[in-house]
T-cell receptor, first 111, second 112 residues
Framework: DGGITQSPKYLFRKEGQNVTLSCEQN?????MYWYRQDPGQGLRLIYY???????QKGDIAEGYSVSREKKESFPLTVTSAQKNPTAFYLC??????????FGPGTRLTVT | LAKTTQPISMDSYEGQEVNITCSHN???????ITWYQQFPSQGPRFIIQ???TKVTNEVASLFIPADRKSSTLSLPRVSLSDTAVYYC?????????????FGKGTKLSVIP
């Protein structure tokens, strides 16, 4: 069953803790993306990666970090430096016609 | 990246055709137009993509006039399950780093 998986679906953390969100794809796509969505808003780009071992900052990268050690995996770490981390996080990979395929998302709540 | 403008919300009755228009006055020569659908608490889903004239697939049609400064997503005979937010995006898919800018989208409510 091909697609993008994100885990967990819901995540709760205390303020000051780092947390890592998982994103895995078996679509054999080179490019992967992380977005953040706040209530009633569109998606904002955090980081993207065009190829293994390479990634670029998006519009709101401050307080986040990523790695791309394998083609299938693109984990996102929300660090304690992120001032407003509570949000819905979406991972996507990009197909050959440049359409993006999104995972189900992780809803992070930091208290 | 070209900026897009869409209506914030639309209502439609079941069975009607819905047309959502997106304005993108500063679209560049290499830019493509892409539409996504998003249900609450889910990731967006690709609907359709086009460059000019008309594109049709099993889900929707996309109409793009000659000047390409706007585009219209057409959903035939909507049902309650089409209630969602629809995003119009414009970008150069041939650039080395293809990024999409999602605005607030159009919230479509289908009424029984």
């Amino acid at each position: 069953d091909g697609g993008i998986t994100q885990s967990p679906k819901y995540l709760f953390r205390k303020e000051g803790q780092n947390v890592t969100l998982s994103c895995e794809q078996n679509l054999n796509h080179d490019a992967m993306y992380w977005y953040r969505q706040d209530p009633g808003q569109g998606l904002r780009l955090i980081y993207y990666s065009q190829i293994v071992n390479d990634f670029q900052k998006g519009d709101i990268a401050e307080g986040y970090s990523v790695s791309r050690e394998k083609k299938e995996s693109f984990p996102l770490t929300v660090t304690s430096a992120q001032k407003n981390p509570t949000a819905f996080y979406l991972c996507a990979s990009q197909g050959s016609s440049y359409e993006q395929y999104f995972g189900p998302g992780t809803r992070l709540t930091v208290t | 990246l070209a900026k897009t403008t869409q209506p914030i919300s639309m209502d439609s009755y079941e069975g009607q055709e819905v047309n959502i228009t997106c304005s993108h006055n500063n679209i560049a020569t290499n830019d493509y137009i892409t539409w996504y659908q998003q249900f609450p608490s889910q990731g967006p889903r690709f609907i359709i993509q086009g460059y000019k004239t008309k594109v049709t697939n099993e889900v929707a049609s996309l109409f793009i006039p000659a000047d390409r400064k706007s585009s219209t997503l057409s959903l035939p005979r909507v049902s309650l399950s089409d209630t969602a937010v629809y995003y119009c995006l414009v970008g150069d898919k041939w650039a080395g780093s293809y990024q999409l800018t999602f605005g607030k989208g159009t919230k479509l409510s289908v009424i029984p």
